[in-house]
């Protein structure tokens, strides 16, 4: 069958890190706070000139070299982000175009910190039906762009930077679990509008005529991502026809540290089996999972044969999954 194997991964962060110290003389917060609820360090926050397209270019430049093939193999552009450079057009189109591919099929997917998710099924679902065969599914932020930062609650957790992957459709063994069939073994997504208000941005174009500002409820929102993260990768796994214990990586979402621990325990999963950046690069939404994978493809840790699970929880709420042989 036909399934969309991962052929590269790439990543790319702005130049400016900013430390919990630096942010301690801005704000009313202190190192040890933030590092104790959160297990943030570090974040890196975009300067002039860094925004989500050159990020996405970058991070973009990076897989297809790992991929070991050109701008121009690409026939499909999924970006998943709630940070565009404009309200449109969509920023895909601009990375297209700085990529140097004059026609191939690009747009946005918005679905905040599940939006990598999002773009990985959308991208997937296309690669099989066999009209593209290459895609590029980029993650890409600059939230630090839409922070209060006089709210010390939320201005603290987040960061900004991209994350990509290069997919190709190939044909693979039908059987999930026969160690040949590489790719995207399976997929579920989910979304609940009822809790928006938990968090959101409180503007928009149709709305206020502003950007508007990140506001969250953090004690609900950790509430909710334990069980959902939890259910969704076990939801996946089942799809796959794959137990827990077949799983070599989870790659979640780099939202805070104890969200992280709380869902492996609550999966029986030993803690070194998850892959945790979020003390260097806070929460990064939709860059979030693939700038993590990257990592871990470029550490040694993430290699080819494996199961590899991806996960996310974000606002809407939205979350899923996806397991993948790499």
Same mark, same amino acid.
């Given at each position: ?58 991070a973009a430049l990076a897989a297809l070299s790992a991929a ?151 004690r609900e929102v950790f509430r909710?991502? @334990? %069980?959902?993260?939890?259910? /969704?990768?076990? !939801? #996946? ?8 214990? $077949? &799983? ?53 840790? @993430? %290699?080819?044969?494996?199961? /590899?699970?991806? !996960? #996310? ?8 999954? $996806? &397991?993948?042989?790499?």
């Amino acid at each position: 069958m036909i399934r969309s194997v991962l052929i590269g991964t790439g990543s790319a962060l702005p130049a400016r890190r900013v430390s919990n110290a630096e942010l301690a003389a801005q704000v009313d917060t202190t190192d040890e706070w933030i590092v104790e609820r959160t297990g943030i360090r570090f974040r890196h926050i975009a300067g002039e000139g860094e925004t989500t397209a050159t990020l996405a270019r970058d991070a973009a430049l990076a897989a297809l070299s790992a991929a070991g093939v050109t701008a121009q193999d690409i026939d499909l552009i999924v970006l998943a982000t709630a940070t565009p450079d404009n309200t449109f057009p969509a920023t895909a189109t601009k990375v297209q175009a700085m990529l140097g591919i004059d026609d191939c099929v690009a747009f946005d997917v918005a679905a905040v910190c599940s939006g990598f998710l999002y773009a990985v099924q959308v991208a997937d679902s296309m690669l099989r039906s066999g009209v593209q065969r290459r895609a590029l599914v980029i993650g890409a932020e600059t939230f630090s762009r839409i922070l209060d930062w006089e709210d010390r609650t939320t201005c603290v957790l987040f960061g900004d930077g991209a994350g990509a992957i290069v997919l190709e459709a190939r044909d693979t063994p039908d059987d999930a679990t026969d160690a040949r069939a590489r790719g995207i073994l399976a997929t579920r997504l989910h979304a609940d509008g009822r809790h928006n208000e938990l968090l959101y941005v409180d503007g928009g174009p149709s709305t206020t005529g502003t950007v508007g500002k990140l506001r969250m409820k953090g004690r609900e929102v950790f509430r909710h991502a @334990v %069980v959902n993260l939890a259910a /969704v990768m076990e !939801e #996946a796994l089942a799809a796959a026809g794959l137990p827990t214990d $077949a &799983v070599d990586w989870v790659v979640p979402h780099q939202a805070n540290a104890r969200i992280l621990d709380a869902t492996a325990r609550k999966l029986s999963l030993p803690a070194e089996k998850v892959v945790m950046t979020v003390d260097r690069h806070a929460n990064t939404s939709a860059a979030s999972v693939p700038l993590a994978l990257d990592q871990a493809v470029r550490d040694g840790r @993430v %290699v080819a044969g494996q199961i /590899v699970v991806l !996960e #996310a929880m974000g606002g809407g709420f939205t979350w899923g999954a $996806a &397991v993948l042989r790499i």
